[in-house]
């Protein structure tokens, strides 16, 4: 079983930058993949991005594409996403996920969330 807890989020004027953390335990995430996903009230929970084990393949929706940068460092058991230019639009909780599955934009694939952290953009 693997536990996740997101970090990093908070108020951020547009055109800033947040740095979020995905802490995992209970199990070494090296050949998990890993994604975030947001989700803004009213509205479904959508992919921002995803990792594959090895680091090797990023995934990211067109929406943060050239803004964002998803990262992970397995010796440490962390994921990353940078979040850079960042727009009132991308005000949303952000959820970070551990999966075993091939399609990492898809939210059905993963077994494990975090809580969550807020992130919220002012203009």
């Known amino acids: 079983h693997v536990q996740l807890v997101e970090s990093g989020g908070g108020l951020v004027q547009a055109g800033g930058s947040l740095s979020l953390s995905c802490a995992a335990s209970g199990r070494t995430i090296g050949g998990y993949a890993m994604g975030w996903f947001r989700q803004a009230p009213g509205k479904d929970r959508d992919f921002v991005a995803g990792?594959?084990?090895?680091?090797?393949?990023?995934y990211y929706a067109d929406s943060v594409k050239g803004r964002f940068t998803i990262s992970r460092d397995n010796a440490k058991n962390t994921v990353y996403l940078q979040m850079n230019s960042l727009k009132p639009e991308d005000t949303a909780v952000y959820y970070c996920?551990?999966?075993?599955?091939?399609?990492?934009?898809?939210?059905?694939?993963?077994?494990?969330w975090g809580q969550g952290t807020q992130v919220t953009v002012f203009s």
């Open positions: 996920a551990a999966g075993l599955g091939v399609v990492v934009s898809d939210s059905r694939f993963y077994n494990y």
């Open positions: 990792i594959r084990g090895s680091g090797a393949d990023t």
